[in-house]
């Protein structure tokens, strides 16, 4: 499993399948660990994870970092990746050719890590995976489709320049590890939303 993650991980740092390759300094590979029993999926890296090469490393990342910490849970028990692995420039919204170009390979990262619930982190993530929008109406919710289990919740860096929604982070992410608790002793949880295509 781990060597199976770490082929997927060579291939995105030698990746040349969309145009965000060419102003990239370092593809931002998922980070974490192999059996974790959620996958945080965020946007796409920010300049911090350009020039590092790793997910969730700059303030956004600490953000979630803190929340995480709240929950009881450290970052290195868990698995967290991006919709698209190279930055866009000026941090542009990636596009819908690049989110599809590049959504094999978070694919894959589920298809061997098999994680119980998949995370959600804001609207593109929500948009890319889901079709959704408006994250804020539909965060603290959980979503069912192709037998997947999904949480939604805002992006970290929306934390940064609103206090309020600091709060909201951390009561989610609390809530998530609940139902993971409830996942692992194979409980049933409450879908909100279920997709039937
Ligand atoms: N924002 C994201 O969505 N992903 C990162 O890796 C960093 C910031
Ligand atoms: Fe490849 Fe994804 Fe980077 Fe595009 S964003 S070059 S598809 S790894």
Redesign the pocket.
């Known amino acids: 499993m781990k060597k199976k993650l770490e082929i997927v991980k060579q291939n995105?740092i030698k990746?040349?399948?969309?145009d965000?390759?060419k102003t990239?300094t370092n593809?931002v590979p998922g980070k974490g660990n192999f059996q974790s029993n959620v996958i945080f999926v965020g946007e796409a890296p920010g300049k911090n994870e350009d020039k590092t090469g790793e997910p969730f490393i700059g303030i956004a990342g600490k953000k979630l970092t803190i929340a995480l910490e709240e929950a009881g849970i450290t970052r290195d028990e868990v698995y967290i990746t991006n919709i698209?692995?190279?930055r866009p420039p000026n941090n542009r919204v990636p596009s819908n050719i690049?989110r599809n170009?590049?959504q094999e390979?978070l694919k894959e990262e589920i298809s061997i890590i098999k994680p119980k619930i998949i995370c959600i982190l804001g609207n593109t993530a929500f948009n890319s995976i889901l079709g959704g929008s408006e994250i804020t109406k539909f965060r603290g919710k959980v979503a069912r489709k192709n037998n997947l289990l999904y949480f939604i919740t805002i992006h970290p860096a929306a934390t940064i320049y609103n206090q309020k929604l600091v709060g909201v982070l951390k009561e989610d992410i609390i809530k998530l590890f609940n139902l993971i608790r409830e996942l692992k002793n194979d409980k049933d949880i409450t879908v909100d939303i279920e997709y039937t295509s």
């Open positions: 995105v990746c040349i399948k969309c965000l390759c990239r593809s698209v692995k190279c690049e170009t590049c390979y």
